[in-house]
């Protein structure tokens, strides 16, 4: 009997940041899962202490997220909040993500739409 689960490529995570004007835009391109969510998570929380007044996080790059990924972006949104830095989640996101935020119910707080 065979599985219907999608296999997925495996592509490593690539993490950055740049920061100009108070703004921290954290490019995110790969996939975040529990094999990679500490790098992201350690990419934020340099960006929540480096004295941004607000964090944009650029999902646009990533082809998949797991709940590992999304409780990494869920709580260094709650450290950004207790240190008073917005924080949001740009796309537009891959449909699976955009799934995993909406079955979350995360969407209207986290995701934050830019125009292309």
């Known amino acids: 009997m065979g599985s219907n689960l999608e296999k997925r490529s495996g592509q490593p995570l690539y993490v950055s940041s740049t920061t100009a004007n108070g703004l921290t835009t954290v490019p995110v391109t790969?996939?975040?899962d529990h094999t990679t969510s500490a790098q992201l998570e350690g990419e934020l929380e340099l960006a929540v202490t480096s004295g941004a007044q607000c964090i944009e996080v650029d999902f646009r790059r990533v082809?998949?997220?797991d709940c590992s990924g999304l409780n990494t972006l869920l709580s260094a949104r709650a450290h950004a909040q207790e240190a008073g830095v917005c924080f949001g989640v740009?796309?537009?996101v891959a449909p699976v993500v955009a799934r995993l935020f909406?079955?979350?119910e995360v969407e209207p707080p986290l995701l934050t739409r830019r125009a292309a």
Do not use: I, K, N
């Open 102 to 104: 909406h079955v979350a």
């Open 63 to 65: 082809s998949f997220c």
């Open 90 to 92: 740009t796309g537009p």
């Open 30 to 32: 790969g996939e975040v």
